[in-house]
């Protein structure tokens, strides 16, 4: 396996404030946000393989029923993170075959990831043999709380878009 994705999917989601259980599977569009992340790399052909990193034996087991469902045609591997996303990056690590020259992480908590934009990665590090990261410009309107917003979210503060 040359190209191998680690899917970090066990984030705490305690910056949403409690308001969901699990932040990976809550439902976009009639499918859970990691069913997102599962399409976007299968459809992209960019890896050989994933590993998958949930927080506990609870989580991995619907993961792994997800995965099931969509069907991948590549190896997918699991294990358990850590306290810190460093530590979920590292178990990711340690289960990376030997023969992996190219490693892409992706946050699942992010499913809007594309298939396309994927793919620009791949070709970008193959072509600079280098790290490549994927970042896309704020086009968004973006609101800072100091509590959980109630009621209306237009009492936020305003963030400057090109900051």
């Not at 859970?32 to 990193?53: K, M, N, R, W, Y």
């Not at 997918?76 to 190219?102: C, H, K, N």
Request: with cysteine.
């Amino acid at each position: 396996m040359e190209h191998v994705a680690i899917l970090l999917a066990g984030g705490s989601g305690s910056r949403m404030g409690g308001s969901v259980e699990d932040k990976v599977l809550v439902e976009i569009g009639g499918k859970p946000a990691f069913a997102h992340v599962l399409q976007a790399f299968q459809s992209s052909g960019t890896q050989d393989g994933l590993v998958i990193v949930a927080r506990d034996d609870r989580q991995r087991k619907e993961l792994s029923r997800l995965v099931r469902k969509t069907k991948l045609s590549i190896p997918v591997f699991y294990t358990l993170g850590g306290r810190e996303r460093q530590d979920s990056v590292r178990a990711g690590l340690d289960m990376i075959p030997s023969s992996t020259r190219w490693i892409t992480i992706h946050d699942c908590a992010r499913p809007a990831v594309s298939p396309a934009a994927l793919q620009a990665v791949r070709k970008t590090l193959l072509t600079l043999q280098c790290a490549v990261s994927l970042a896309h410009r704020v086009v968004d309107t973006i609101r800072s709380f100091d509590q959980p917003p109630v009621g209306s979210a237009r009492r936020g503060c305003l963030l400057n878009r090109d900051r």
